[in-house]
């Protein structure tokens, strides 16, 4: 079955970068778009940008431009978010979810299960 | 940015009723819409797509409507596994947003 696995939680102290990763199985990793979501806490969802895994090519949220980094590795189908100067407000559940049905974009299913990543000094 | 503003913020039903949310975009996107369901510590799921388009898997009680700035998604009969919290997106032009969700509680 399609499945998106992401790395464990992280603990940064401000200022610091994260990595997170996404490995996707039971697919053409290259056909899909993949998008990251965050979801601080109590809050609704937030589009942070997507990937196009067979390209590399980016678009990201104005928000983070500066800041984030999406990359993959086709050779073992996994995708990557890494976000820089860290700040307390970026403590969040991080998601990537794929592209639900190639050709339609920006529906997003299935999603990973999330890594909750918490900045504190 | 497209806001996207979902009513109410929370609702209390029991097991059967029907249950209506609506969820308002801050100007046209067509029919570039999508609800999720999201229980607690899990990431959310894809229900609907493009307004009215049942997901594969997810049970016909769900339905949505609507086209331009307002929409709605339907529970004709809510089950058990149904209590959660659900969250409009518009999929028109990015950034992508996403409501502030409607939570559904057992009454």
């Known amino acids: 079955q399609v499945q998106l696995v992401q790395s464990g939680a992280e603990v940064k102290k401000p200022g610091a970068s994260v990595k997170v990763s996404c490995k996707a199985s039971g697919y053409t990793f290259t056909d899909y778009y993949i998008h990251w979501v965050r979801q601080a806490p109590g809050q609704g969802p937030e589009w942070m940008g997507w990937?196009?895994?067979?390209?590399?090519?980016?678009n990201y949220a104005q928000k983070f431009q500066g800041r984030v980094t999406m990359t993959r590795d086709t050779s073992i189908n996994t995708a990557y978010l890494e976000l820089s100067r860290l700040r307390s407000d970026d403590t969040a559940v991080y998601y990537c979810a794929r592209e639900a049905i190639a050709g339609t974009p920006n529906y997003f299913d299935p999603w990973g299960q999330g890594t909750l990543v918490t900045v504190s000094s | 940015d497209i806001q996207m503003t979902q009513s109410p913020s929370s609702v209390s039903a029991s097991v059967g009723d029907r249950v209506t949310i609506t969820c308002r975009a801050s100007q046209g996107i067509n029919s570039w819409l999508a609800w999720y369901q999201q229980k607690p510590g899990k990431a959310p799921k894809l229900l609907i797509y493009a307004a009215s388009s049942l997901q594969s898997g997810v049970p016909s009680r769900f339905s949505g409507s609507g086209s331009g700035t307002d929409f709605t998604l339907t529970i004709s009969s809510l089950q058990p596994e149904d209590f959660a919290t659900y969250y409009c997106?518009?999929?028109?032009?990015?950034?992508?947003?996403f409501g502030q969700g409607t939570r559904l509680e057992i009454k």
């Open positions: 990937l196009k895994p067979n390209s590399g090519r980016t």
């Open positions: 997106q518009q999929a028109n032009s990015f950034p992508i947003t």
